[in-house]
């Protein structure tokens, strides 16, 4: 067999049986090995950051590694948004990227360029096989990296979390199409680490003390069983628990434990921590700005909080934690579940910032999964329109790299083809990565898009004031503004073999969001939002 042929057949021995791709000349010999291999699932996108985002959004909803196939250095550089995105979410992804062959490499070709320098920038793990019979021991290596270097899920991975980071294999060409060495078997990733029970006991020590506490969960602890454990003590004790602002994956609803995201600006979370005298980390890092602003801290603990790392963000088993943390402190509570209230009907009336939420949280399906790209028109109205809807999943946009929605959307999709999809997706995030809906068509995905248009990079304009911009002028509105011409998606999915209508009213985007959920395959609505 060739090198690529050992390389998907490691994959597969390795339980990576899905790829997402966009290949080149450099990666033929492995896509002429898929149809030998029909267990392995390729998926083409049209663009890079469309295939490293459902990669993503695939990773996250399994727990399970998945695999992209990238041409070269551009190609990487293409879908490097959304890997920075996965990273934070410590999904876990294994590119492939094909290169040069060897000898073709002095030569400096129009695409020659330094992919293991990229690479590093979003991969825990990246690797260059030195000849073709490296190429089955160091693909299973990659895999077992992916899923041994991030935040620790519980054993059942597919209900409470992912458990992985990036690696990066770069196959040179030659070593694809040169006799190869047998695939190698299935490489098992180290168990994650538990917490010591003098750990154990010292947190609960501070949390059963005299001063304010709040617990700061992420990772596999926003899963259901987490979420559990941390009712368990928040009713024994007290104690506050966040989460960060947009987790990689949040479970939420009527029936699930209710858990506070801390705000997006640094003046709603010194509210949220007000007289909390200990932040413990659960599976997280101490919180901080995503930006700096002229004379504000970049750290949003409040001054005189102690900051305690419980359970550190690589490597530990959050879920087992939480359990012996609750089972010390609570041993006979039981998490208060809220319950799911009739919702309020909805009332006819112009799409605005503050009530299309309202509707997508009152028609929520059970078990939806939520891609959550509203940013502005969601920041403080999805959350608390979806609180008490049926039990779903919440993906949230981890590393602020703007265009994750259509693409982890396609990706949650393919993971769970059983479970509705739904993306609020802000218009402009939206048009980085719009090529994802022709991904959603071609394999007849359950996604429903809801394109939050207001027509501009809203978040900029208030960005713009906290930075001590000043007010906006006509220069700096033509740079927020995304009109002139109007973007016509409707237009736009239909193109690209989506079904699509608009709203302008809240019961126009109840009805057509009920007949997306009803009928098979992708949708996408354009909800037209009024200025507030």
């Not at 599976?283 to 909080?305: D, I, K, M, Q, W």
């Amino acid at each position: 067999m060739n090198g690529a042929e050992t390389l998907l057949r490691t994959l597969l021995n390795n339980g990576v049986d899905v790829c997402f791709a966009n290949p080149g000349t450099s990666e033929m010999q492995f896509v002429a090995a898929l149809d030998r291999h029909p267990a392995m699932r390729g998926v083409l996108c049209l663009f890079e950051g469309v295939a490293t985002g459902a990669a993503d959004g695939y990773a996250r909803m399994t727990g399970q590694p998945t695999a992209t196939l990238l041409h070269l250095g551009p190609g990487l550089a293409n879908g490097l948004a959304n890997l920075h995105n996965a990273r934070r979410a410590h999904a876990p992804i294994v590119n492939v990227i094909g290169d040069h062959a060897r000898s073709h490499k002095e030569l400096d070709s129009p695409l020659e360029s330094d992919i293991d320098a990229a690479a590093a920038t979003v991969s825990n793990w990246v690797r260059r096989p030195p000849t073709a019979a490296h190429i089955g021991p160091d693909t299973a290596a990659a895999v077992a990296a992916a899923m041994s270097a991030g935040v620790p899920g519980a054993p059942d991975r597919s209900q409470t979390g992912t458990s992985g980071a990036i690696s990066t294999l770069i196959i040179a060409a030659d070593l694809s199409w040169e006799e190869s060495a047998p695939p190698a078997p299935h490489l098992p990733a180290p168990p994650p680490r538990r917490v010591t029970r003098p750990d154990v006991e010292t947190t609960a020590a501070l949390v059963a003390g005299a001063e304010p506490v709040a617990l700061l969960i992420d990772g596999a602890g926003l899963g259901e069983r987490g979420l559990q454990a941390a009712a368990r003590i928040q009713k024994a004790t007290g104690t506050a628990v966040f989460c960060p602002t947009w987790p990689a994956r949040l479970r939420r609803g009527a029936g699930v434990p209710a858990i506070q995201p801390l705000g997006y600006r640094a003046e709603t979370v010194n509210q949220q921590l007000a007289g909390i005298k200990h932040l413990i980390l659960v599976g997280t890092r101490e919180p901080v700005a995503s930006f700096a602003y002229p004379g504000r801290p970049g750290l949003l603990t409040p001054p005189g909080t102690r900051v305690h790392p419980f359970v550190p963000d690589k490597g530990f088993d959050v879920i087992d934690a939480l359990s012996e943390l609750a089972d010390i402190l609570a041993p006979d509570a039981l998490a208060v579940l809220p319950a799911q209230d009739a919702p309020p009907p909805i009332a006819d009336e112009p799409l605005r910032t503050e009530n299309w939420a309202k509707v997508i949280g009152a028609l929520l399906p059970p078990e939806t999964i939520i891609v959550d790209e509203s940013i502005t028109e969601g920041m403080n109205t999805l959350f608390p329109a979806t609180a008490n809807s049926a039990p779903h999943d919440v993906l949230g946009l981890t590393g602020l790299a703007i265009g994750q929605g259509i693409p982890v959307a396609a990706g949650a999709a393919i993971a769970c083809p059983e479970r509705p999809v739904v993306c609020p997706q802000a218009d402009g995030s939206a048009l980085y990565t719009i090529s994802g809906l022709w991904t959603q068509a071609r394999e007849k995905l359950d996604v429903t898009t809801v394109i939050l248009s207001n027509r501009s990079y809203a978040i900029l304009r208030a960005e713009l004031d906290r930075v001590g911009g000043g007010q906006a002028g006509p220069a700096a509105n033509a740079l927020f503004d995304l009109s002139r011409p109007d973007i016509d998606f409707t237009a736009v999915a239909t193109g690209m073999g989506v079904p699509a209508t608009r709203a302008a009213s809240t019961t126009e985007l109840a009805e057509q969001f009920s007949t997306a959920l009803a009928t098979p395959g992708p949708h996408l609505i354009e909800a037209i939002l009024q200025p507030t």
